[in-house]
């Protein structure tokens, strides 16, 4: 078997041109262009770039975005401050904590004072908590797992009834996917660092989630026949051909696996394009949410 291979690259641009022309619909109707503020802290240059790249993608849909950069020794009530400002602000309708942040700043705490209603992230606790639960329509799903599931659903891949098995178990990605699997009717496994004999359980996947960070740890034998495998996975490895001395590759050996499933997403352009598309989707439902009813 030679699996589908799953065109992120794809699937994300045609989110983008739906987008694209749902913002020149509210301005056209409403004169409401969306916005979104982003905020970076520290000097990290792979969190400048991701930033950097937002705030591209916003420009080429028509959303206008509000760069903030902060140094990295920031106190906790100078960047506390911002966000309360930035949540007053009517043409600020998304606000985004770049991650990580530097340690001395709590991260809960920061990312528990982005009102929930401009929590294009999905990362406040009350956006998080209705993720699971059955007839909840959660405000904001986090992009990276939004992403994942837009990607079933465009290929009309199956989730009620189906066993989804997810590796990982990060707030960001591995658990907020689990629930929202869940409350899509999936049966679902959630595995972890701690998780004994791992193999016996994917192996049971009809969806195979990779959300762990370890460069292609999915091998052949892990995988059911015709299963379906999302590779969350970006990981760097040494690459002399490369002019850049590396390349990306996955959590999962994706020349291997694509033999035995029956779809998969590739690295690059599976789930990674998809993360941003889902941001300017959120950031697009936040300023619809603002029109007056
Ligand atoms: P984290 O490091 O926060 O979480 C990794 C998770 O994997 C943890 O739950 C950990 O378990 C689990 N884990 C680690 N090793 C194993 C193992 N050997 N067996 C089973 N589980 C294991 O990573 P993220 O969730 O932030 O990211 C995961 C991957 O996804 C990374 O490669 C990251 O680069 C990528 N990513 C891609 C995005 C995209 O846009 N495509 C966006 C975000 C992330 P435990 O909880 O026990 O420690």
Not at 35 to 41: D, M, N, S
Not at 65 to 83: C, I, N, R, V
Not at 202 to 208: K, N, P, S, V, Y
Request: glycine share 8%.
């Amino acid at each position: 078997m030679s699996a589908t291979v799953i065109d992120g690259a794809a699937i994300a641009a045609a989110i983008r041109r739906e987008v694209k022309a749902a913002v020149d619909a509210l301005q056209r109707e409403h004169g409401i262009t969306p916005g979104l503020a982003t905020v970076l802290v520290g000097n990290d240059p792979a969190s400048a770039t991701y930033v950097r790249n937002k705030r591209k993608a916003c420009a080429e849909v028509g959303i206008a975005s509000f760069g903030y950069e902060l140094p990295t020794d920031t106190p906790p009530q100078k960047l506390l401050a911002l966000l309360d400002e930035l949540a007053c602000r009517s043409e600020v309708h998304g606000i985004l904590v770049q991650l990580p942040l530097p340690s001395h700043l709590d991260e809960g705490q920061v990312l528990g004072r982005v009102p929930p209603e401009k929590d294009v992230d999905g990362f406040h606790p009350s956006n998080l908590g209705v993720l699971g639960i059955r007839g909840r329509e959660p405000r904001f799903a986090p992009c990276t797992p939004a992403g994942c599931i837009a990607l079933l659903e465009r290929s009309a891949i199956p989730i009620a009834g189906r066993h989804a098995v997810v590796l990982g178990r990060s707030k960001i990605v591995g658990l907020p996917l689990a629930l929202m699997l869940l409350a899509r009717d999936a049966t679902v496994t959630i595995c972890h660092s701690r998780t004994t004999d791992l193999a016996s359980l994917t192996r049971q996947a009809d969806i195979l989630v990779a959300a762990i960070g370890k460069a292609r740890f999915v091998t052949r034998d892990m995988v059911r026949p015709g299963a379906v495998v999302i590779d969350v996975g970006i990981n760097r490895i040494e690459d002399a051909r490369d002019p850049r001395g590396y390349r990306l590759v996955g959590d999962v050996d994706f020349e291997e696996v694509r033999t035995v499933a029956s779809a998969i997403t590739p690295v690059p352009g599976g789930v990674g394009p998809m993360t941003i598309a889902m941001l300017l989707w959120n950031t697009l439902r936040a300023a619809e949410c603002s029109v007056p009813k």
